[in-house]
Structure formats: C-alpha cells, structure tokens
C-alpha cells in the first residue's frame, strides 16, 4: 500500500479479517518452499492451514516501535488446523512474516480447569 504522498505503507490484517488467516497460510506456504517440505497433492484441503481466533480482542493488540518500522502484532489464543507437517513447521519456524525480527513464535495451549 501506498499513502497520498506516495509513501510505501504497510498494511496489518487483524485476527478478524478473512486475509489474516490467507496471510499466514500463504507465509507458512513460502517457507514450506523454501525448506523443501513437499506438499501433499491429493487436494487443497491437504495443504491448507487455518488459524482461527478463540480468545483475542482489541487488547491483544500491540504497536511496537522496531528501529524505525511501526508493527502492528496480536497476541491470544488461537486455534490451528492442518496437516502435520505444515503444523509443525509453523512451530519450528513461527507464524508471518516478521520471525527474524523476534515475532510470531507460537507455544501450545491447554485450557486449565481448576476442581
């Protein structure tokens, strides 16, 4: 994107915009690639990531100053679904595209029920 001055612009899905999750799975794709992981190629839904928000809303949402690049980041808890190795690639490597600068390693969650 570009602002009206002609500045280039980035723009930051949050969690409830349709091209949050697209902008993951086709990051995760990249890296895929890049790394060799074959695809399965029996059909889409095979090579397909979602990540879903369960517990996020506005607060979750940090601006952070990195030199002098704005970043827009989400924290909470989310829910992914995929094949395997594409599931455990995004643990290995992180989620987006900003993972050499220290964002999108994500941890398993397990919801603690106190008796």
Do not use: C
């Given at each position: 994107?570009?602002?009206?001055?002609?500045?280039?612009?980035?723009?930051?899905y949050?969690?409830?915009?349709?091209?949050?999750?697209?902008?993951?799975?086709?990051?995760?794709?990249?890296?895929?690639?890049a790394?060799?992981?074959?695809?399965?190629?029996s059909?889409?839904?095979?090579?397909?990531?979602?990540?879903t928000?369960i517990?996020?809303?506005a607060?979750?949402?940090?601006?952070?100053?990195?030199?002098?690049?704005?970043?827009?980041?989400?924290s909470?808890?989310?829910?992914?679904t995929?094949?395997?190795g594409?599931l455990?690639?995004a643990?290995d490597?992180?989620?987006?595209?900003k993972?050499?600068?220290?964002?999108?390693?994500?941890?398993?969650?397990?919801?603690?029920?106190?008796?």
């Amino acid at each position: 994107m570009f602002t009206p001055e002609g500045k280039k612009k980035t723009y930051y899905y949050a969690p409830t915009e349709p091209e949050f999750s697209k902008q993951i799975e086709a990051n995760l794709a990249k890296k895929a690639e890049a790394l060799g992981v074959k695809k399965p190629a029996s059909n889409y839904q095979d090579t397909k990531i979602t990540i879903t928000p369960i517990h996020v809303s506005a607060r979750n949402q940090h601006i952070i100053m990195f030199k002098t690049t704005v970043i827009k980041a989400w924290s909470g808890i989310y829910k992914l679904t995929g094949p395997t190795g594409l599931l455990r690639l995004a643990f290995d490597t992180g989620l987006g595209a900003k993972n050499p600068r220290g964002f999108g390693m994500i941890e398993k969650w397990e919801e603690r029920r106190i008796l």
